[in-house]
C-alpha cells in the first residue's frame, strides 16, 4: 500500500535504536525500523531488495576495489521522476555513482529518499540518514 502522504519528516522520527530485521534473500544485510517504515509506508519492500541484491554482486567486488570507502560506508539515493526512477549508490557527495539502476515504473511517494549501509566487519546495515 503507498501512501502518497510520506514525508522527510515522517522518515525523520526515526533516530536509531538496536531493533534490526535480516534481509530474507541477501543474509548479510539488514536494516532497521526507519527503513522498515519506509518500505511499509510507501510499498516498497522492492527498494530494500534491490539495494540488497548488489551486496556480493560483481558491480559491488569492483566499485570496492576502485575505492575503499565503498568497503565501510555507501550512500544510496532514489530519486523520482514521474513514474521512473533511477537507484544510485555512491562513496560521498559529489562522487560520480559506482551502481546506477534506472526503473521504469515506480508508484514512490517521494521525490527522492536516502538509505545509507554501513559495514561492521561482519553485516551490512541500512538506515536512514536520521538513523545515524
Not at 519492500?45 to 565501510?72: P, T, V
Not at 555512491?90 to 549501509?117: C, K, L
Amino acid at each position: 500500500m503507498t501512501t502518497a502522504t510520506l514525508t522527510q519528516n515522517d522518515l525523520a522520527q526515526f533516530t536509531g535504536d538496536s531493533i534490526r530485521y535480516r534481509h530474507p534473500l541477501n543474509r548479510k544485510v539488514i536494516y532497521t525500523p526507519g527503513v522498515k517504515y519506509l518500505a511499509e509506508a510507501a510499498g516498497a519492500y522492492w527498494l530494500i531488495d534491490a539495494i540488497a541484491s548488489y551486496f556480493g554482486s560483481l558491480e559491488m567486488l569492483k566499485g570496492q576495489a576502485s575505492d575503499a570507502r565503498l568497503r565501510s560506508l555507501q550512500f544510496w539515493q532514489l530519486k523520482c521522476e514521474g513514474d521512473q526512477a533511477t537507484l544510485t549508490a555512491r562513496a560521498d557527495s559529489g562522487v560520480a555513482p559506482f551502481i546506477t539502476q534506472h526503473i521504469d515504473y515506480t508508484d514512490f511517494p517521494m521525490n527522492e529518499v536516502e538509505i545509507w549501509a554501513g559495514f561492521d566487519g561482519s553485516v551490512w546495515t541500512l538506515y536512514l540518514p536520521s538513523e545515524h
